[in-house]
């Protein structure tokens, strides 16, 4: 079955660095469009990156510059290296495979000021 296991967050004091990683499996992952989204306490789930099958990126206005959002077709994984990190990054982070419409179960977030 279709499966999105995400996998390196935590606690990073502001400034530092994190870079989660999302494993899939049961599925055609390099034909799908995978993204990464977000939700903090209390908000909306939000867009942070996406990226094509084809490499093609684009990202939400609020981590332009700081994160960068790739994939490992070979390996079945998408990655987002975030740095600069924000007390207002504090969310959980989830990835998203587009053609199949699964998402992941999570992966928290924390950075303190």
């Known amino acids: 079955q279709v499966q999105l296991v995400e996998s390196g967050g935590g606690l990073v004091q502001a400034g530092g660095s994190l870079r989660l990683s999302c494993a899939a499996s049961?599925?055609?992952?390099?034909?799908?469009?995978m993204a990464w989204y977000r939700q903090a306490p209390g908000k909306q789930r939000e867009l942070v990156a996406r990226?094509?099958?084809?490499?093609?990126?684009n990202y939400a206005e609020f981590v332009t510059g700081r994160f960068t959002i790739s994939r490992d077709n070979a390996k079945n994984t998408m990655y987002l290296q975030m740095n600069s990190l924000k007390p207002e990054d504090t969310a959980v982070y989830y990835c998203?495979?587009?053609?199949?419409?699964?998402w992941g179960q999570g992966t928290q977030v924390t950075v303190s000021s």
């Open positions: 049961g599925f055609i992952f390099s034909v799908n469009t």
């Open positions: 998203f495979a587009e053609r199949v419409r699964y």
């Open positions: 990226i094509t099958s084809g490499g093609r990126t």
